[in-house]
């Protein structure tokens, strides 16, 4: 398929189909489906939703979907979570509690771990410059 260049206003009654490269400056109005690489300015008028990651007993906590929903299978379950990139946020909730479950993220700030032992349980980290830093934590505990 061939490329378009527009310039001026764009009003299309079918909408877009495909990749945007470059800028857009103005409003957009309708849904936006697929991934925004870059940066946003300005006002979020609308529902952001994050993806998830089901998590299942002990293992890896990904950074590629920013909610992890936690199911417990066991005592002391043993989560890692790598560096992420600076700015990234990161969701943990414990969801079905079947146990207790203990994140250690590679490079974190001013803390060990973040134990999660009763469903409810959630931490919000930022990846800083320093490591995961913890942004709120709601049951969850640090040491």
């Not at 206003?9 to 079918?14: A, E, F, I, L, R």
């Not at 250690?104 to 060990?112: E, F, K, N, S, W």
Request: aromatic share 4%; hydrophobic share 40%.
């Amino acid at each position: 398929m061939a490329s378009t260049t527009f310039s001026g206003p764009v009003t299309s009654t079918n909408g877009f189909i495909g990749s945007v490269t470059g800028n857009i400056t103005g409003n957009v109005t309708g849904n936006v489906t697929g991934n925004v690489t870059g940066n946003v300015t300005g006002n979020i008028v609308g529902d952001v939703t994050a993806t998830n990651q089901a998590l299942s007993g002990a293992g890896a906590v990904n950074i590629t979907d920013m909610l992890t929903s936690l199911t417990t299978t066991g005592a002391s379950q043993a989560l890692t979570l790598a560096d992420g990139v600076i700015g990234q946020i990161k969701i943990v909730t414990h969801v079905v509690d079947g146990g207790s479950a203990v994140l250690t993220p590679t490079t974190r700030l001013g803390y060990a771990t973040i134990t999660f032992t009763n469903a409810g349980d959630t931490a919000m980290l930022i990846f800083t410059a320093g490591g995961w830093d913890i942004v709120a934590l709601n049951g969850a505990t640090s040491a």
